[in-house]
């Protein structure tokens, strides 16, 4: 509560500084004018040569001067009360700002609490990586369903070009392996062939025919 009306305060006493400062002015300026006067008179009660005048106004111009010096002692204090005041409301205002700023790193760090801050980082990243898991699952999943006929087709499309061209060559080979079968003995036939020639030469020989 006290920081609260404590502007108000500060404003009301600066008021009232400023208002004693201006009436010590005003003050001062007519002890001035009275001064001038005094000194005035007791320059004409010289030349009439009134010596007991002359003292009595010069004792009462000593008392104004005096007033007057005070009048500037008075006035250097409230000009120090005004600073002083200026900077006690500098003080308080900063105060606030400092009291205002520590209960706001209060409640930041009531909800910042480091155990809380790190477990809350930790789930996050756990959950994260969990997020990261499941969506490259299921892209996996997807990427399986929707690029298994494509695969399946190339795959069969492969595979026939191999067969083809492995079909081509062995129809290649079949199709000379008849005519080469046609124009070349078979196995037996060689074999028996073989034999007869050497039964007949060696007969030949038994029977002495070169």
Known sequence: AISIFFPD??????????????????????????????????????????????????????????????TYAVSSKVTSMSTQTKVMNSQMKMAGAMSATAKTMQAVNKKMDPQKTLQTMQNFQKENMKMEM?????????????????????????????????????????????????????????????ISDEEIERQLKALGVD
């Open 134 to 194: 499941t969506e490259e699952m299921i892209n996996d999943t997807l990427d399986d369903i929707f690029d298994a006929s494509d695969e399946e087709e190339e795959s069969q499309d492969i595979v026939n070009q191999v067969l083809d061209e492995i079909g081509i060559e062995i129809s290649g080979k079949m199709a000379k392996a008849p005519s080469a079968a046609r124009g070349l003995p078979s196995a037996s036939a060689s074999s028996a062939a073989t």
């Open 9 to 70: 305060i500060i404003k009301e006493q600066n008021r009232e500084l400023r208002g004693t400062q201006r009436a010590i002015s005003r003050d001062r300026a007519a002890l001035e004018k009275q001064e001038k006067q005094l000194e005035l008179e007791i320059k004409k009660m010289a030349k009439t040569g009134n010596k007991e005048a002359c003292k009595v106004l010069a004792k009462q111009l000593v008392q104004l001067r005096k007033q007057k010096n005070r």
